[in-house]
């Protein structure tokens, strides 16, 4: 079950209409397809997806499940959103409780295991392993956790494993959800692996509660209860993109000789109906082009300079204009002559001739300026680094210059 | 009289197309990959799809295990659902023993089952080899305001090539009076695409006349012109036959082209990503740091660190650090090594160009392949599917050099202008 529901007020103007989950990485897919397509490489095949806040683009994303092999006699890929019931029903009030809610449907299949996945980090794992090490020691729940700074710890679940298993993990010692001085390194990816009866009767035990969060809740209530509860050692890559600074540095990491995100390499899929991206034909590059350690997907026409920069299908870029440390989302039209410096491009936006976003070239910005989708950034517009443009503005509602961090809504 | 909007398609996709030498080797023409993602057919194909036919029956013969999984259920193109379908025709055993296709019209009379099982008031026959964007929606509104029996899709084309088509002179009414199959003085310009709009009951009834009229351009469509009511549907757009090396360069070299009128994207052209090795499982583009591009198209999946100048390249193809690629088309998978050249050149799927290697040498483009003079003459040097080219090797112009040769097997360091590699390593 992948838990797909959760808007984050950091990546703001990116997910004012979509799920986190659902928010485009790498060029061409979106954030949970790392998720569906470690699923699909694990052979794990009865996914359901949890959905709550403005589902659209997410509903349409997965489709039938098809991209991801989830077609079939005993394969499926179900999206649950929150429903009424006969005796009311209600909005999911948390992870725990979207879970609890569909148990009719969890029970309805008769799992031997219940995994449990946020649909919002990049990373690539082979679940099978981790559920190996969940059968050998016979747990209740095992998580999967990776070593992380001890000073940014503080913004995760944290626990102390013991060395039960050396590299391969141990028994969990001690669990805090955010905790404010956090006593360990290793933090939770949001990864959990059930056995069904303890998942059961632990979100049923949640409900009389207040709060219904895996992390808040329903470990530390099964640690209390001296369950077997291991942790499971991951050590590849892992991107968590809570903030739009953190959300740019993972993009930048698909970028360089030796990417630490190799999507071919992890066998990341996409929907490619999605947005229609499979009917673009190979990227043009024109006369004019310089391309310096990029991306590019097909259907974009590139006439100007683009250099470390991610360019998603049916992106243009003009003759003259120049694209820095940028990640341009679905169909921008970048006119001639425009400059753009370490900006996040959400989709369908034009960028008017001459456009400078952030400082001169050469050299990378402190901050990210973010660009919400469907604008029509009038010709000449300068925005200094580190703005905040809304989706959709009215033409009246443009500035010739927004200042440095200024929010224009 | 209400007629319905359904119309049966059928694509003639059994062309040999042998003049496309070893790009036809183990695949049918309609079959070659083109500008990178899609195939020759998906024209074709995409043109039924944007003209709103849903029923199409596709009838192959030569090599068609590529051509087959490449039309899959035929969902690419939206053929799946309660009436719509498309479905594969391939030779059967009839009641007499010759059972290939002897001809366009032999292969339609040899699947009229089909055409009574799916009855339509009109039969669009189309070849499945052609690259262009029609709509054959309007030309079925053409057929049915002339009342034709037959209308012949038709265009203008120069003098000097009209002897490859069929050819029709027409009254003001755009009436087919005359007709030159393959004429050699020919006495008109407008020439025959090969797409056909027959009135069912009137096909059925010229396929019945007579079984030796096995072929639409020499027989069945003569006849009909002398004795019933022909029309031709002009047609003023982009429309290549790649049915040579030569026109299938420049067709690819047209998309990269501004202005050249083709253009797969704005035409609506669909193709099968999900087969093996096409886009579904392809990241985007990689560029490196030292990368040098111009005028060029490139796919998802490929990896890019050198000089990539007026080609195209289908999905996944690496091009390491100081290659150059220039004025040519690079299939799927393909690997050119370190400070290797390739000039000129088509190469088929996953070949591998070592080291240094040079894929279409020196300025010689007028020595003409020994073995097939006709085939190759303009300096294009093919190399077949999943050879590997040494490194160091030098290779000529208007050279064809086969698939799945090894290292091994190459016997000098150089192959001549005009000379033909084989596995064994025999040259011709």
């Known amino acids: 079950m992948i838990l797909a529901g959760g808007r984050v007020d950091e990546l703001n103007v990116l997910t004012y209409y979509r799920p986190k989950s659902a928010v485009p990485f790498g060029g061409f897919c979106r954030v949970i397809d790392f998720s569906l397509s470690n699923l699909m490489n694990s052979g794990i095949e009865q996914v359901a997806i949890l959905s709550q806040y403005r589902s659209y683009s997410l509903i349409n994303h997965i489709g039938t499940g098809a991209a991801w092999d989830m077609t079939g006699r005993y394969r499926r890929a179900s999206i649950l959103p929150p429903f009424t019931a006969s005796e009311g029903g209600s909005w999911y009030r948390g992870s725990a409780d979207a879970v609890f809610k569909n148990l009719d449907f969890v029970k309805y299949q008769q799992p031997e295991d219940i995994m449990i996945l946020s649909g919002d980090h990049i990373y690539r794992m082979e679940y099978q392993d981790m559920i190996s090490y969940h059968h050998e020691k016979d747990a209740d729940l095992t998580i999967a956790f990776t070593k992380v700074d001890r000073n940014t710890a503080q913004r995760f679940g944290v626990a102390i494993i013991d060395d039960e298993d050396g590299n391969r993990g141990g028994r969990i010692q001690e669990y805090w959800e955010k905790p404010e001085k956090p006593e360990s390194d290793w933090v939770s990816l949001t990864v959990f692996c059930f056995k069904p009866e303890t998942l059961y009767r632990a979100l049923e035990e949640n409900q009389s509660g207040q709060s219904f969060e895996f992390g808040r809740d329903i470990i530390p209530s099964l640690i209390q209860q001296k369950c077997r509860i291991y942790g499971y050692k991951f050590c590849g890559y892992w991107g968590y993109t809570r903030t739009i600074e953190e959300y740019w540095r993972s993009n930048m990491d698909l970028l360089g000789e030796n990417p630490s995100i190799d999507m071919e390499a992890w066998g990341i899929r996409t929907n490619l109906e999605h947005r229609g991206i499979r009917d673009f034909q190979p990227a043009l590059i024109g006369d004019g082009a310089v391309v310096e350690n990029s991306m590019i997907y097909n259907g974009c026409i590139v006439e100007g300079t683009v250099k470390n920069s991610i360019l998603f299908p049916g992106v243009q870029i003009g003759r003259g204009a120049a694209v820095e440390n940028s990640v341009l989302f679905f169909d921008n039209v970048i006119k001639r002559n425009c400059r753009l410096n370490k900006v996040v491009a959400d989709v369908n936006s034009t960028y008017g001739e001459g456009t400078v976003i952030g400082p001169e070239l050469e050299g990378v910005p402190a901050k990210v300026t973010v660009v919400g989708w469907n604008n029509q950034v009038p010709n000449q517009t300068i925005i200094e680094e580190g703005a905040t443009i809304y989706p959709h503005l009215k033409n009246g509602q443009w500035l010739r210059h927004v200042k440095n961090g200024e929010v224009l809504r | ?428």
């Open chain 2, 1 to 428: 009289m209400i007629r319905s909007k359904e119309v049966l398609v059928l694509l003639l996709a059994g062309g040999v197309g042998s003049r496309l030498n070893i790009l036809v080797q183990n695949r049918a023409k309609p079959a070659v990959p083109f500008a990178g993602l899609y195939r020759i057919i998906d024209f074709s194909l995409s043109n039924v799809m944007n003209s709103g036919l849903t029923k199409v029956g596709v009838l192959t013969q030569y090599k068609p295990l590529s051509l087959m999984s490449h039309l899959g259920t035929g969902e690419a193109w939206d053929f799946t659902g309660r009436s719509r379908g498309v479905k594969i025709l391939p030779p059967r055993t009839g009641s007499r023993d010759s059972d290939w296709y002897k001809g366009t019209a032999d292969a339609v009379r040899r699947n009229i089952d089909f055409i009574n099982a799916n009855p339509t008031d009109e039969v669009l026959i189309l070849s499945g080899d052609h690259i262009y964007h029609m709509d054959f929606d309007a030309m079925i509104e053409y057929h049915r305001s002339k009342k034709a029996d037959v209308s012949i899709g038709m265009m203008v084309v120069p003098k000097s090539e009209i002897h490859q088509f069929g050819a029709g002179i027409t009254d003001r009414y755009n009436r087919i009076i005359g007709w030159e199959e393959k004429p050699k003085d020919p006495t008109t310009n407008l020439a025959s695409m090969g797409i056909y709009v027959f009135d069912r009951k009137y096909l059925l009834n010229a396929l019945a006349r007579n079984n030796d009229d096995v072929d639409f351009g020499m027989h069945i469509l003569p006849w009909a012109i002398d004795n019933d009511n022909v029309f031709a549907y002009p047609f003023y757009g982009y429309w290549r036959d790649v049915g040579t090396v030569q026109a299938y360069w420049e067709a690819n070299m047209d998309v990269i082209r501004r202005d050249s009128g083709i253009s797969p994207q704005q035409w609506g052209i669909r193709t099968n990503v999900t087969t093996a090795g096409m886009s579904a499982d392809r990241a985007p583009a990689r560029f490196g740091s030292k990368v040098k591009l111009l005028n060029s198209m490139i796919s998802s999946g490929c990896k890019i660190m050198g000089h990539v100048e007026n080609s195209i390249l289908a999905p996944g193809v690496i091009v390491e650090e100081g290659a150059v690629v220039r004025n040519s088309i690079i299939f799927t998978d393909c690997h050119i090594s370190r400070r290797a050249t390739v000039d000129l050149s088509i190469l088929d799927k996953r070949v591998r160009v070592g080291e240094q290697a040079v894929v279409g040498a020196g300025k010689n483009f007028k020595t003409a392949n020994r073995l097939k003079p006709t085939h190759l003459y303009t300096g294009i040097t093919l190399v077949g599917k999943g050879t590997e080219v040494p490194a160091g090797h030098k290779i000529g112009r208007n050279c064809v050099i086969n698939s799945y040769i090894r290292e091994e097997a190459f016997p000098g360091k150089v192959i001549e202008d005009g000379e033909s590699l084989f596995p064994d390593g025999e040259i011709s």
